[in-house]
């Protein structure tokens, strides 16, 4: 079957308990660093109060776990923000930041010059804005209708997360026809309060081989006197794969009654997929249990 959560599934398999923290897509990137924050820091609460029964966790078990902390692209931005932010509440002992990049609206949305005057001179209440709601009610309604036909190997289930995202363009469309041009703070602001506040003591940087909107080698400039300031430890590593490999699902391909060389093709390139982000959840595995041997965390 089609599982968006694969990678986090490969990391609950290491012996993680995960925490997955969705958020809403917008312009406010401090506003939603800090709800990201809260809602974690409220889960966490809730845990160390009630304990984990599925996995046979008392509430003195889980509050003597360490806490680390997984971000994806604006995940990652978010991850780093968190760690700039909320120095004064709890934190993660560690932070795998992995593909990072904090660009400008104009370079990190496709065509957002384009888009941001045409919105700009649309009204909220308009026709416009109007057939943009209705696009997607009307997408979502044919993705949780039975009939709408799946390719093979996705389950219907599977395609909440990409539901709720498609239930937040109208949002996102008001904000930008609301004058909304930049996100807040502005990637500048952003490298200022990073190099200066960032308080994780322990961060694992990871980019891929093939990224063409990757920041990493960015970041490590701007976290490294701030690391060695508060006593941290900072480590980066370059593996195999692109942008979206954490993102891959694995997709399980069945083969026809006769197995044909199309078969053979189509599970080649799966297995040559997945080993990227297999090979990217096992590397943060042993970096986070490196962390433990050497009682770090």
Same mark, same amino acid.
């Given at each position: 079957?089609?599982?968006?959560?694969?990678?986090?599934?490969?990391?609950? #398999?290491?012996? =993680?308990?995960?925490?997955?923290?969705?958020?809403?897509? &917008?312009? +406010?990137?401090?506003?939603?660093?800090? !709800?990201?924050?809260?809602?974690?820091?409220?889960?966490?609460?809730?845990?160390?109060?009630?304990?984990?029964?599925? =996995? $046979?966790?008392?509430?003195?078990?889980?509050?003597?776990?360490?806490?680390?902390?997984?971000?994806?692209?604006?995940?990652?931005?978010?991850?780093?923000?968190?760690?700039?932010?909320?120095?004064?509440?709890?934190?993660?002992?560690?932070?795998?930041?992995?593909?990072?990049?904090?660009?400008?609206?104009?370079? %990190?949305?496709? =065509?957002?010059?384009?888009?941001?005057? &045409?919105?700009?001179?649309?009204?909220?209440?308009?026709?416009?804005?109007?057939?943009?709601?209705? *696009?997607?009610?009307?997408?979502?309604?044919?993705?949780? +209708?039975?009939?709408?036909?799946?390719?093979?190997?996705?389950?219907?289930?599977?395609?909440?997360?990409?539901?709720?995202?498609?239930?937040?363009?109208?949002?996102?469309?008001?904000?930008?026809?609301?004058?909304?041009?930049?996100? #807040?703070? &502005?990637?500048?602001?952003? !490298?200022?309060?990073?190099?200066?506040?960032?308080?994780?003591?322990?961060? /694992?940087?990871?980019?891929?081989?093939?990224?063409?909107?990757?920041?990493?080698?960015?970041?490590? %400039? /701007? /976290?490294?006197?701030?690391?060695?300031?508060?006593?941290?430890?900072? !480590?980066?590593?370059?593996?195999t794969g692109t942008h979206a490999t954490p993102l891959l699902p694995d997709l399980k391909l069945e083969a026809g009654?006769?197995? &044909?060389?199309?078969?053979?093709?189509?599970?080649?390139?799966?297995?040559? %997929? *997945?080993?990227?982000?297999?090979?990217?959840?096992?590397?943060? $595995? +042993?970096?986070?249990?490196?962390? !433990?041997?050497?009682?770090?965390?």
């Amino acid at each position: 079957c089609f599982r968006v959560s694969y990678f986090i599934e490969l990391l609950a #398999k290491q012996g =993680f308990l995960i925490m997955a923290a969705p958020y809403n897509v &917008t312009f +406010d990137h401090e506003l939603c660093a800090r !709800r990201i924050h809260g809602n974690w820091s409220s889960s966490l609460n809730l845990l160390a109060q009630s304990g984990c029964e599925v =996995f $046979g966790l008392s509430p003195s078990d889980v509050a003597e776990l360490p806490v680390i902390s997984v971000g994806h692209s604006n995940g990652a931005l978010m991850q780093v923000l968190i760690g700039s932010y909320c120095i004064d509440e709890k934190l993660p002992k560690a932070s795998a930041i992995i593909s990072f990049n904090n660009k400008p609206a104009v370079q %990190a949305v496709p =065509f957002f010059d384009q888009l941001g005057p &045409t919105l700009s001179s649309v009204a909220q209440g308009s026709p416009v804005m109007a057939f943009a709601e209705f *696009l997607t009610e009307e997408t979502m309604k044919a993705i949780a +209708d039975p009939p709408f036909p799946l390719p093979p190997g996705i389950e219907r289930e599977s395609l909440e997360p990409v539901k709720r995202f498609i239930q937040q363009i109208p949002s996102v469309f008001g904000q930008v026809a609301d004058g909304v041009s930049e996100f #807040k703070p &502005t990637p500048e602001q952003n !490298r200022s309060l990073i190099s200066s506040s960032y308080a994780v003591s322990h961060t /694992l940087l990871v980019k891929f081989s093939v990224d063409t909107i990757d920041e990493t080698d960015s970041l490590e %400039a /701007l /976290l490294r006197p701030q690391v060695n300031k508060i006593g941290g430890t900072l !480590r980066k590593m370059a593996l195999t794969g692109t942008h979206a490999t954490p993102l891959l699902p694995d997709l399980k391909l069945e083969a026809g009654k006769i197995y &044909t060389p199309v078969d053979a093709v189509s599970q080649a390139v799966r297995k040559a %997929a *997945l080993a990227d982000v297999e090979n990217l959840a096992r590397k943060i $595995g +042993d970096w986070f249990e490196e962390l !433990r041997s050497d009682a770090l965390l």
